[in-house]
């Protein structure tokens, strides 16, 4: 079984500050995948991230980083200098192999407000 | 290009009612997904096809959710006998290849039973 946690339900935040979300996985597998995904108010969710488990080499790109750390079982995303367009769902996801295919868990998602 | 479409993109139905819902991935795309997402939770796995097979239905609540992808393109996913419990946004998503790889999201079809 494969288990995402997203303890953090609402984030809010000012313009300009750096905002980190937290992913906590569990998975017995030893080659799976990590994903983040951003869902606007308009309601479709937009891919962010993709990382395997044998790649925890962090990733920048623009204002969001990532951070993978198979030791404590975390994906953290942080958003550097948040901005309004940022106000969103975040949702972190885990596939793992199950009866022949890769099939996706979804976090809770965590509603990121950040205020002009 | 044309992203992932689903339609209805609102249905209501009186409980008992059947009810079909289609999706239409992106072109080419081999992998095709179902999701039910309840208000302020994370999509639930419904189902995942590989062209026109059903390769797990694992997710699928009861008897009464049925999907099919006949021709490996368009799917339907189809609730019979809807109850109140199945008032959700049902979300197709596809991937170009297999299923590991990012998904592209339809924009959802809001369900809601009375």
């Known amino acids: 079984a494969q288990k995402v946690t997203q303890a953090q339900t609402e984030i809010s935040v000012v313009e300009k500050e750096d905002v980190t979300l937290d992913c906590v996985y569990e998975?017995?597998?030893?080659?799976?995948?990590l994903f983040w995904y951003k869902q606007p108010p308009s309601g479709e969710l937009v891919f962010l991230i993709r990382?395997?488990?044998?790649?925890?080499q962090n990733e920048i790109s623009g204002r969001y980083s990532w951070n993978f750390q198979k030791s404590t079982s975390s994906f953290n995303f942080t958003i550097t200098a948040s901005q309004v367009v940022d106000s969103a769902v975040y949702f972190c996801?885990?596939?793992?192999?199950?009866?022949?295919?890769?099939?996706?868990?979804f976090g809770r998602g965590t509603s990121l407000i950040v205020h002009p | 290009g044309a992203g992932v479409s689903q339609s209805p993109r609102y249905k209501v139905a009186k409980r008992g009612q059947d009810v079909a819902l289609r999706c239409d991935p992106i072109?080419?795309?081999?992998?095709l997904f179902w999701y039910q997402q309840a208000l302020g939770q994370g999509p639930e796995f419904l189902t995942y096809?590989?062209?026109?097979?059903?390769?797990?239905k694992s997710g699928l609540p009861s008897d009464r959710f049925f999907a099919e992808r006949p021709e490996g393109s368009v799917s339907t996913l189809k609730i019979q006998r809807t109850q109140q419990e199945d008032s959700a946004v049902y979300l197709c998503?596809?991937?170009?290849?297999?299923?590991?790889?990012?998904?592209?999201f339809g924009p959802g079809t809001r369900l809601t039973v009375l």
């Open positions: 998503a596809s991937s170009w290849d297999r299923s590991n790889n990012e998904q592209f």
């Open positions: 998975t017995r597998d030893t080659t799976y995948y």
């Open positions: 990382r395997n488990s044998f790649d925890e």
């Open positions: 996801a885990l596939s793992g192999w199950s009866g022949g295919s890769y099939i996706p868990t």
């Open positions: 072109s080419g795309h081999v992998s």
């Open positions: 096809f590989q062209n026109e097979a059903q390769l797990d």
